[in-house]
């Protein structure tokens, strides 16, 4: 509290301000939710012309002042706080109740290195995400939260309940290093690099184990601060060149003690399923053919060798099912929907706080329990506990103690993309006449995989057989020591560590089709890292001059640890230890260790409360780096003008109105050891171990990366800050960026490191706050932001045109391209004459023109609506979140038209059966079928050529799978009821509450086929705009119960 | 304490910091995973076995089996004809980064160092076996300033790199000193660290590169085979003189089509590799005795028990009938000839250059008259008696093989009555030699001995078109054409990755190629191909 207190005595406590005195008031502030005293609230005296500081509360929430004549109003302001405004009209005492407010009322707000500063004395704008709805309707990855409620993040969100999710602040500045903002948890950065990095789009064998902010407990969460640009987060370093994200936890309210119970269920249901065809069945070509085996001699059509539904019409034939039992061909139209469940997540939390106001405490417990929408899979088990204590030792020390610890058991992660292992692929594109229980008995009495389409795996094998389990530990620690010397020098040392342990298997069982001998591997992968700071503050005021300055000097060090385990032939079925292996196990060790020393600075101004000037500085010397290019220095400038109170504009209309602009230079390294090529030993063959130099080429001398930023903005505050607006634009060039980019293999590699290209990165962001309505009974809050991205590649590597970041099966391309917004999406589009015609060729199929660009990823437009209602004890809020333009590629659709299984595969089917099997005509002569009918021939003819709807050239145009982003999605709705207070009076409960929620409620537009999310991505990397074996689109549904004792 | 103190506390601390620190930040970035450096004794056996790796791995069994008509499957882009950019730039990164990468760090590191000359001539003996393949697959590609780590590497035109690589292999088989140092056993999977072994590969290599181009550049052809075979006993004579490596017992080292076609045979079984209807046309109508190591009966459906070879497609030509329907139809490939045990083994062979083959090069050069110690007829009896001998065939049927009609040196074969064994099912080709012609029956018999080792009968296919092969009916990406069958391709494409990083070299290689970058385009070495008669004109 007497950080606020200096803070307030430095911004705007004005002795010539209480020259004509006239009224002594004093009273009592408390607060609304517990009845307590409130200490360091601001009060504040408004006439007329102007507004002044004037006191603070003391410990026991009394004040006292003198108020000049003229004087009509008194603001009282705190942190968290509803500010409230009270007309003097006279009276000597005036008490006040405040209650908790949404977050744009706030005048203090936390910024990098945890300074806590004064809204209107920032240079740069951030925004702080309202929290109280996370828990009540909560996400399975805290980073889904943000959706829609920051102007100028995008975010991706995880494909499965346990997997990684991705944001980015203002667009892409980095072609192959991270683009994601930092995180930092309570003064202390974490690394969130997503789990899923060994993922790849085709769907290997790798599993996602999802990024450190998805087992964070959204109970312990007090607050969430966004600082959007390397204007804001200079401070922190290399790491924050992407912004930062500051999450605090909450600690011990006040002094008295305190029982918290939270109990939440959400439930999870597919709601929008692709849209089958349910007329033609297993087959090929339109034929049912019979195998003319000698076990067969009748020749009824055996399905087995079928995996597409490009039969004949679904007439009830009778054919041999994959079990080899006869059945009759008929369609199964809910044969995708009765294989999902409702999948259930439960969150327990209990919290105990108390202690008194130099030495409390705040510990709490969560469990949660989450699963999925596909039986058997992602069953996880999470424990948080989470501590905090803060301890006033003496007048000038103080302590802030923060452990977490998370303990993270998920078994059964699901397989991702394309694998063959991934049931939600396998499953989007069954065979039509495909019962459900025609797969159920998966393995035969030898334990082989049994019951498939020979290409097309039994998903209940996938599901039942290769099984994984891990268990993630993780400890996150805080310390903050503050030594305060005298009023206007202080000390601060922090003192943070981040680890954690994860240790898991995957076991694939033998008899699998794909894999008949089995295998196993186990991994554990151990992060340790460690923040070390010491910051001296020295905050003073000279007449009008007041200045904030702290220099500060840090060392961050993470080590990393990965051993891996593997055996590629099992001996008994099922048993899963690595001793059960046919073979030797290979092994592998990888070890990592990565340093940075800084040193840093920085001096505020302000002049008479309302010119402020930021100045700072900060040089890292990074491990990384070669040893004469380690030390890289980058300073930022930034000033703000509040033209209201420097021009004593009348504040009836315009009550605030702010000026600022702001240039920044963040540096950057790189990961460790990426100087000298190494060998590695990568196996024994011929009874002899055998190297490989690496793939990418080093460069010993690497330089550090830089983005400059430069934002300008305005804020603006109407009606008694009743309608407020911010508007920023921001332009960011990143260059001499580290990057891996790809280069011909004929070089002896695959990629080669260099500091080279430019990266520009230009936007406006909006955001529109105001409370239409306020009355006792009745309020209305309302939050609407936007934002444009634009994004240029300027120059990559010298004489590479374009870096591919992401690809499907090498045909599909996503790039970094010179000239173009960063994630082109390139591939083979219809060929079209100078009249934009599609040309199709003499066979009446379509001429493919390969290497165009199709779209990109990137999105035109974000954007997010929250409406928040409250009558007496009820609130509603509900949250519209917008996405427009941009483009993705989906592998799904492809497969499921290509199979044969979606309504969109029926055009010119029964023609085509008609004509060519009925009539007989030859292929060449066709009178009818499928025809692209508004196509033309070469000559300028149009197309008058009938083909097969199987082979009608849909393989070949990668443009038919691309499709519009677009969404406009309900993203939440929660309605809550408070229990009057009267109600729980005689009880020992002080406060309940009941809300129910929906996530996802409601895809109001999309462009995307039925089943298809557009939000869908194969990875949380950079190359973003691939869908591919991704969850149909699912809604989420919850019940919140919180009881406070 | 007062601020004084403090800031003296800090600057000290400061000062103490960074002095240390300097030392730390190197210490922390000395990799701790990977060496800096490995001896050539590691090295060798990497591109080895990533080379039969590459050329017997996927890219044998999906585009070089095929293209050599050893074997077939219906589907598939490759055997389709059309090629999804990722699977050739995989082949394409293997070729240069995991095949020639490892012994050119060996030429680089150590090509100074006097102790390990042998070891370097060796590595480039391989290096120079490995460009053999890559310039036979693509043409013009990058030689002399590849591998160097830069951003952009022009490519050589194919014909400098067969003069190149001829130069290289003649220096590098008269520098090995006999008693100088060598590889150890097991680090040498190709011989063993036999360096007399090493030495009659790279002329019997020199030799199958002259006999190669030996239809586009007849002289230098001429020059080098002469000069090779005035040292005949310094080539290739004997079957332990074999260049050949064999894949490992343990599933890491397992071969590619053990791994495809028997191990996973269930979850692959409409692309299995099944015995091509032409070879079975080949062999079976001259009794051939190693069918039946090639090749299985079929187990299955209604040819059970018989050698039963699957064609190129089942689509029939445009305007054909079959009277008795299309008797491959409802097959599926467990229906037809399986490939025999010999070629599924976990630790099957990869030939790199055999000694029956370099029989039937210097038959091929004493035919021309080129030189050699013996007549074109005792190489070529020399060559089959090899091949059947690798096979463990009783001498007997070795000599009544050797007297078949058509088979015995200069001789034809009377298919009176008989004509449709000969032939494919449609009966538009025929294996029947009509008339005498030693050169056909030279590469026939090349063709035959070389079975499943596809990358060599694919160029020596290209280079001789003298046998008759049934085209594919049914091929995709506009391989076709108008016409809707194309022949056996004559090449890859440049990989995409090369358009998109290397643009400017790969399109200068594309105007060498006097076509467009298709499969269908010929390389310089290629002959024409050669047209069916029955079919209309191609193109």
């Known amino acids: ?1045 | 304490m007062n601020y004084k103190n403090i800031s003296w506390f800090l600057i000290l601390s400061f000062l103490i910091t960074f002095t240390s620190c300097s030392k730390e930040l190197q210490r922390t970035n000395i990799n701790p995973n990977n060496p800096e450096n490995v001896d050539p004794e590691y090295l060798l056996n990497t591109s080895v076995y990533n080379t039969i790796n590459l050329f017997g791995g996927g890219m044998r069994r999906e585009a070089l089996s095929h293209y050599s008509n050893y074997v077939s499957v219906g589907g598939g882009q490759l055997p389709r004809y059309y090629t999804f950019a990722s699977t050739v730039n995989g082949y394409w990164q293997s070729a240069y980064v995991s095949c020639l990468q490892p012994v050119h760090q060996i030429i680089l590191n150590y090509g100074e160092n006097r102790a390990y000359k042998n070891r370097v001539l060796i590595a480039k003996i391989f290096e120079a076996y490995i460009y053999s393949n890559i310039i036979a697959v693509w043409g013009s590609v990058p030689k002399t300033a590849s591998l160097s780590g830069d951003v952009h590497i022009p490519y050589d035109k194919e014909e400098d790199v067969y003069a190149d690589l001829l130069k290289s292999l003649k220096t590098a088989a008269d520098s090995i000193d006999l008693n100088g140092d060598t590889y150890i056993g097991k680090a040498d999977a190709v011989y063993g660290g036999n360096l007399l072994k090493w030495k009659k590969f790279a002329n019997t290599l020199r030799l199958r590169l002259a006999v190669r181009i030996s239809n586009a550049n007849p002289a230098e052809a001429q020059k080098v085979v002469a000069d090779v075979l005035a040292d005949e006993k310094n080539t290739i004579i004997a079957q332990n003189e074999t260049a050949h490596a064999f894949w490992g017992t343990t599933s890491d080292t397992w071969s590619y089509l053990y791994e495809y076609n028997v191990v996973q045979s269930a979850a692959h079984l409409s692309s299995l590799n099944v015995i091509s209807e032409s070879l079975i046309q080949y062999m079976l109508p001259y009794n051939d005795p190693r069918l039946l190591v090639y090749a299985k009966p079929a187990s299955q459906g209604p040819y059970k028990g018989r050698f039963w070879g699957q064609p190129k497609t089942t689509s029939l030509p445009a305007g054909v009938t079959l009277s008795g329907g299309n008797p491959h139809s409802p097959l599926g490939q467990l229906d037809y000839s399986q490939i025999g045990d010999y070629f599924t083994k976990p630790n099957e062979e990869f030939v790199l250059l055999s000694y029956e083959e370099a029989c039937f090069l210097k038959a091929e050069a004493a035919l021309k008259g080129w030189g050699g110690s013996k007549t074109a007829e005792q190489y070529y009896k020399e060559g089959i008696t090899a091949s059947m001998g690798k096979y463990n065939i009783p001498q007997q049927q070795i000599n009544d093989y050797l007297a078949t009609d058509g088979i015995a040196w200069n001789t034809s074969v009377d298919t009176t009555g008989r004509g449709a064994d000969f032939e494919d099912y449609i009966g538009i080709t025929s294996s029947a030699i009509l008339t005498p012609n030693p050169f056909k029956q030279i590469v026939m018999q090349e063709w035959l001995a070389g079975f499943y080792n596809a990358m060599d009968a694919w160029t020596l296919l290209r280079r001789s078109q003298v046998l008759d092969f049934a085209p594919h009916f049914n091929p995709d990406g506009g391989e076709g054409g108008a016409v809707g069958f194309a022949y056996i391709p004559q090449r890859l494409n440049y990989p995409g990755i090369e358009f998109q990083v290397n643009k400017q070299e790969v399109n200068n290689a594309v105007q060498w190629l006097g076509g467009p970058d298709a499969l269908r385009t010929k390389l310089w070495f290629a002959l024409p191909t050669k047209e069916n008669a029955f079919l209309p004109a191609w193109r």
């Open chain 1, 1 to 1045: 509290m007497k950080k606020i207190y200096y803070l307030i005595l430095v911004l705007g406590f004005l002795p010539n301000s209480l020259s004509a005195q006239e009224l002594k008031i004093s009273g009592k502030v408390t607060n609304a939710a517990d009845n307590m005293p409130m200490a360091g609230v601001s009060i504040t005296i408004s006439t007329s012309s102007a507004q002044k500081a004037a006191t603070l509360t003391n410990e026991h929430g009394i004040y006292s002042l003198s108020v000049p004549h003229g004087t009509q109003e008194l603001i009282f302001s705190h942190i968290g706080m509803e500010t409230v405004t009270r007309k003097i009209q006279g009276q000597n005492v005036i008490n006040v109740v405040m209650s908790p407010s949404s977050e744009q009322m706030e005048q203090v707000v936390i910024t990098a290195l945890g300074i806590k500063r004064e809204v209107k004395a920032l240079s740069y704008s951030r925004q702080s995400m309202d929290v109280s709805t996370m828990t009540e309707a909560p996400t399975t990855n805290i980073i889904s939260a943000l959706s829609g409620r920051i102007a100028g993040i995008q975010v991706t969100p995880s494909s499965t309940n346990t997997g990684s999710a991705r944001i980015v602040i203002r667009g892409n500045n980095s072609i192959t290093g991270n683009n994601q903002p930092l995180f930092v948890i309570d003064g202390m950065p974490v690394d969130n690099a997503g789990g899923d990095g060994s993922v790849t789009t085709s769907g290997n064998n790798n599993l996602d184990y999802g990024n450190v902010l998805g087992s964070l407990n959204p109970e312990d969460i007090q607050n969430i601060e966004v600082l959007k640009g390397p204007n804001a987060a200079a401070l922190y370093g290399s790491r924050a060149a992407n912004g930062a994200i500051l999450i605090t936890t909450k600690k011990s309210s006040g002094t008295k003690f305190k029982v918290a119970f939270n109990s939440n269920s959400t439930f999870q249901r597919i709601t929008e399923f692709p849209d089958y065809q349910n007329e033609f069945g297993a087959g090929n070509s339109f034929k049912l053919d019979g195998s003319g085996s000698t076990s067969n001699p009748q020749r009824i059509p055996d399905l087995s060798v079928f995996s597409s539904s490009f039969g004949a019409p679904m007439m009830g034939q009778p054919v041999i099912s994959i079990n080899g039992k006869p059945k009759l061909y008929l369609p199964q139209p809910d044969n995708v929907k009765d294989f999902y469940q409702t999948a259930s997540m439960l969150t327990n939390s209990v919290s105990v706080e108390g202690g008194n106001a130099d030495n409390n405490y705040r510990f709490s417990y969560t469990n949660y329990l989450g699963g999925s929408v596909v039986r058997g899979i992602n069953k996880e088990v999470r424990s948080n506990l989470n501590l905090r204590i803060l301890n006033k030792f003496n007048k000038w020390l103080d302590m802030d103690s923060k452990v977490t610890f998370i303990n993270n058991k998920v078994t059964n992660r699901q397989y991702m993309n394309g694998s063959n292992r991934n049931p939600v692929y396998q499953y989007a594109f069954m065979v039509r006449d495909d019962q459900l229980s025609e797969f159920e008995n998966y393995k035969d009495e030898y334990g082989n995989e049994v019951n498939t389409h020979k290409n097309f795996l039994n998903p209940y094998w996938a599901i039942n057989e290769n099984t994984n389990q891990d268990t993630k530990n993780q400890l996150l620690s805080a310390f903050n020591v503050n030594a305060k010397f005298n009023s206007w020098l202080k000390l601060t040392a922090k003192f943070g560590t981040q680890m954690y342990w994860l240790n898991g298997y995957t076991f694939n069982n033998r008899g699998a089709q794909s894999n008949p001998n089995g295998s196993m591997s186990t991994l554990n992968n151990t992060l340790q890292s460690s923040n070390a700071d010491i910051v001296l503050f020295a905050n003073n005021k000279v007449g009008k001059l007041s200045v904030n300055s702290f220099i500060g000097t840090g060392r961050f060090k993470t080590s990393i640890a990965q051993n891996k385990q593997n055996i590629n032939s099992l001996i008994q079925p099922g048993l899963k230890n690595m001793s059960n292996s046919g073979e030797f196990p290979s092994v592998s060790q990888f070890q990592s260790d990565k340093i940075i020393y800084s040193a840093y600075g920085s001096v505020s101004l302000g002049y008479a409360n309302y010119l402020f000037m930021d100045i700072t500085g900060r040089n890292d010397w990074s491990s990384t780096l070669p040893e004469n290019n380690n030390s890289y220095f980058y300073p930022s400038i930034g000033g703000s003008f509040v033209f209201t109170d420097a021009l004593k504009i009348p504040r009836n209309i315009l009550s605030f109105g702010k000026l600022r602009a702001s240039y920044a230079i963040v540096g950057n390294d790189t990961k460790p050891y990426q100087l000298i090529p190494t060998y590695s030993f990568i196996g024994i063959y011929n009874n002899q171990a055998y190297a490989s130099l690496s793939s990418t080429f080093y460069n010993p001398d690497l330089k550090p990366e830089k983005t400059r930023s430069t934002e300008f903005g305005v804020d603006l505050h109407f009606l008694k800050d009743r309608l407020n607006l911010g508007i920023t634009h921001y332009r960011t060039s990143t260059t001499n960026q580290i990057v891996t980019a790809q280069i011909t293999p004929t070089s002896g590699y695959t990629s080669r490191y260099y500091n080279a290209g430019e990266i520009q990165n230009w936007g406006t962001e909006f955001t529109v706050s105001g409370n239409p309505v306020k009355t006792k009974d009745f309020s209305w809050n309302v939050v609407a932001n936007y934002a444009k991205n634009n994004s240029k590649v300027k120059s990559l590597v010298e004489g590479v045109n374009s870096f591919q970041l992401n690809s499907w099966y090498g045909r599909l391309l996503i790039f970094a391209e010179v000239g173009q917004p960063y994630g082109v999406i390139r591939g083979a589009g219809w060929k079209r004459d100078e009249q934009g015609r599609k040309l199709v060729a003499e066979s009446g199929l379509p001429i493919a023109e390969s290497n165009l660009i199709l779209g990109n990823a990137m999105p035109d437009w974000t954007g997010g609506l929250n409406n928040a209602f409250r009558y007496k004890n009820f609130t509603v809020s509900f949250l519209m979140d917008v996405r427009k333009g941009g483009s993705f590629y989906s592998g799904t659709y492809r497969r499921e038209y290509l199979s044969g299984a979606i309504s969109s595969t029926m055009p010119g089917r029964e023609d085509y059966y008609l004509h060519s099997y009925i009539y007989g005509e030859a292929k060449a002569n066709l009178q009818g079928g499928f025809i692209y009918s508004d196509a033309y021939f070469e000559n300028g003819k149009p197309n008058n050529v009938y083909v097969s709807p199987q082979s009608n050239g849909f393989s070949t145009l990668d443009e038919m799978q691309i499709f519009d982003a677009s969404y406009v999605k309900l993203r939440e709705l929660v309605v809550g009821y408070n229990l009057p207070g009267k109600m729980l009076k005689k009880s020992v409960i002080s406060n309940a509450r009941i809300s129910v929620s929906g996530r996802n409620l409601w895809t109001m537009f999309k462009n995307a086929p039925p089943g298809i999310d557009p939000e869908s991505s194969v990875t949380s990397g950079n190359g973003q705009g691939i869908e591919y074996g991704s969850l149909p689109p699912f809604t989420t549904y919850g019940i919140d119960i919180r009881l406070t004792f």
